[in-house]
């Protein structure tokens, strides 16, 4: 079965905190790919990143940052100095087969307070 | 920048009618695609399609939907007798490729269905 746990609902943080969202995922493939997305209060589905199974090396894009852990099947997401416009939902998304079909979270509701 | 398109942003019809809810995918892509969203819930995928043909299928998708390719731009989603429950945002989206490299989805900006 496959399936995605963003076991954080809501987080507040104010302004410049750094906040971690989490992010665990089930597969028995062994190739899948995993994406975070963004969704602002306008409602739109924004593309953060994407990391496939073979690629644990972690990255850091400007105040983003992943860690992609197969040991513990989690992709978790970083933001640094979170700013108020960061707030809006996070989904963690899993693709494992050849048709393409992602299986989302339920999403994590960031909001940053100035 | 390419991006997905969708109309209407926001549809309102009687339970029972037919909607169709239209989308222009990113011109180069091959893989098209529609999620749902009920109001404060995750997103939900409903049918891949690839070829000129739904490639995979959820639950979700069942005689009441359908999904077309009717030229070389537009992908169109139709729900035949709308009931209550279909009340949610539709989200198309596009992709170079299923899985693999380029596979990373682009989503157009939903059109919110509600049903009467």
């Known amino acids: 079965a496959q399936k995605v746990t963003q076991a954080q609902t809501e987080i507040s943080v104010v302004e410049k905190e750094d906040v971690t969202l989490d992010c665990v995922y089930e597969?028995?493939?062994?190739?899948?790919?995993l994406f975070w997305y963004k969704q602002p209060p306008s409602g739109e589905l924004v593309f953060l990143i994407r990391?496939?199974?073979?690629?644990?090396q972690n990255e850091i894009s400007g105040r983003y940052s992943w860690n992609f852990q197969k040991s513990t099947s989690s992709f978790n997401f970083t933001i640094t100095a979170s700013q108020v416009v960061d707030s809006a939902v996070y989904f963690c998304?899993?693709?494992?087969?050849?048709?393409?079909?992602?299986?989302f979270g339920q999403g994590t509701t960031l909001q940053v307070k100035p | 920048e390419p991006e997905v398109t969708q109309t209407p942003s926001h549809q309102v019809t009687q339970m029972g009618q037919e909607v169709i809810l239209r989308c222009v995918p990113i011109?180069?892509?091959?893989?098209f695609y529609w999620y749902r969203q009920i109001l404060g819930q995750k997103v939900e995928f409903l049918v891949s399609?690839?070829?000129?043909?739904?490639?995979?299928k959820s639950e979700i998708f069942d005689d009441q939907f359908s999904v077309e390719r009717p030229d070389g731009s537009n992908f169109t989603l139709k729900i035949r007798s709308t009931k209550l429950e279909d009340s949610a945002m539709y989200f198309c989206?596009?992709?170079?490729?299923?899985?693999?490299?380029?596979?990373?989805?682009?989503f157009g900006p939903g059109t919110r269905l509600t049903v009467l």
């Open positions: 989206a596009s992709s170079e490729t299923g899985l693999g490299a380029y596979n990373e989805q682009f």
């Open positions: 597969t028995r493939d062994t190739t899948y790919y």
């Open positions: 990391r496939n199974s073979f690629d644990e």
């Open positions: 998304a899993l693709c494992s087969g050849n048709t393409g079909k992602l299986i």
């Open positions: 011109s180069n892509h091959l893989y």
């Open positions: 399609f690839y070829n000129n043909e739904i490639s995979e």
